[in-house]
Each structure stands twice: as structure tokens, then as C-alpha cells.
């Protein structure tokens, strides 16, 4: 059976652009590959222990080849747990707002915390390689102001580090296909915020049939 791994990142919920136009594209895609499986993952709910000392000696000794203490071994097999879900997901879904030009706290924590060697990618003299059995993901970046390269505020090229962050992210970790769909001027009224979720929406929907 196909798995979808769906990553929900924001704590807005029934309010949230991003989860608004990600849950019409799981829509979609149910309606288009009703014999695969769809898991939730929502960051929110899960709890993500810190990275902490023997969180970062435990993933030295990985790459040093050292040998790791009990407390060590404890945090490196919760961050094994946490990314389980990653490393059995065949596709991934990403439903991602933008925070201060970036990505939500939350999701930079567990990405912390999951990307390790030997967890979610290899490393040796040769280079770095993904380990993510998925090579295909869909995003839902959620913007609330214009990052078109035009915009007079926020130009793109200047202030968004959410985009090519998560899919700098998401090839490093091994996909290579990864499309995306933009939902954005959220906070330019609501009308402008109802019809950036309404064509967004419609993109996320033609994308999941084929998806």
C-alpha cells in the first residue's frame, strides 16, 4: 500500500490558510488514489524532546564512530522514533506557513532533531546522500504578505527563506520531486485572503489527482 505522510505545521488549525488549502488537496487525492493510505503527522501535537547535551554527543559519536552512553542511546533512539514516520512515508505532504521570513520554530525543531547521519541521510568521504525512501513531496506555503518578485514590500529574492528552505530540506534528505503551491497576501483583507485560499486551493486539488 502507498503512504502519504502528511506534515501539518501550523497551530492555527481551523483558521489556517496552509491547512485550508492542504486538506483540499488530500481531498483530491483521496478521491483520485483511494487505495493508498494518508498519515497525519501534526507537529503540534507531538512531543519533541530538546536538543540537548546528550542529543548532540549522541550524534557526534555517530560520526565519529564513538561509542554512545545510556542517556545518548535514549536520545538517539527518540530521534529514530521521530523520524519513522519520514522513512516509511512513499510520498510526503508539507503544509507550511511562513514566520518572520522563515518556517515556524516548531517545524526548525523537528527537522533538527530528525536530520541526523545515518537517520535521514548518509555521510563519507564521497558526500552526503538522502536516505528518505519518498522521492516525491507536494507543499503549502502560506504567506501572509506578497513575496512576488515585484512586490515593493517584500520581494521574494530578498525575504523569503521559507521556500528554498524547506525544499533545500526536502533534496538533501533524498526527494526529487517536489512541487509546490503558493498561498499568499492572506493579510491584504478578507477578500483578498478568501480568493488567495479559493485559487490556491483549485491549484492543490489538480495537482493531487496526478500526485
Known sequence: ???LLYLEVSPRK???ASIEVARAFIDAYRAAHPSDEIEILDLWSLDLPPLDEDALNAKYAGIYGDGRSPA???????MEALAAPLLAADKLL???PLWNFSIPYRLKHYIDLVSQ???LFSF???GFGGLMKAKKAAVIYARGLDYAPTSNWTPGERYDFQRPYVEAWLRFIGLTDIQGVVVERTLFGLEADAKARRVAASE?????EDF
Open 94 to 96: 508539507m503544509a507550511v
Open 1 to 3: 500500500m502507498i503512504k
Open 204 to 208: 492543490a486539488r489538480a495537482m493531487a
Open 72 to 78: 545518548q542511546a535514549a536520545a538517539w533512539s527518540r
Open 14 to 16: 481551523a483558521a489556517s
Open 124 to 126: 563519507d568521504q564521497t
Open 117 to 119: 547521519k545515518d537517520i
